[in-house]
Nanobody, 114 residues
């Protein structure tokens, strides 16, 4: 099975930045659109950013202009650069295909607080 491992989360002050990484056990990003999801306490999981196999990106309105999704197929890794972080960005962040076809990984915790 394909395993996804998220990393890069942590505690950051409002206005700060983090870069999240999603490493796959084999190369799937060249053929599937990938997405970053997040789930805050008491809320449903939401899709915040996607990138297609051709490199086209899309973002939720709540993160547009602040987050950037990218991929490196040679490294089997998808990234999420998060800038100008807000407390409402606090959540566990997950990666998966755009259609959530793979088992969920452990996610990585992002906490934005002063």
């Amino acid at each position: 099975q394909v395993q996804l491992v998220e990393s890069g989360g942590g505690l950051v002050q409002p206005g700060g930045s983090l870069r999240l990484s999603c490493a796959a056990s084999r190369n799937i990003f060249s053929i599937y659109a990938m997405g970053w999801y997040r789930q805050a306490p008491g809320k449903q999981r939401e899709l915040v950013a996607t990138i297609t196999s051709s490199g086209r990106t899309n973002y939720a309105d709540s993160v547009k202009g602040r987050f950037t999704i990218s991929r490196d197929n040679a490294k089997n890794t998808v990234y999420l650069q998060m800038n100008s972080l807000k407390p409402e960005d606090t959540a566990v962040y997950y990666c998966n295909t755009e259609s959530a076809l793979l088992p969920w990984g452990q996610g990585t915790q992002v906490t934005v607080s002063s």
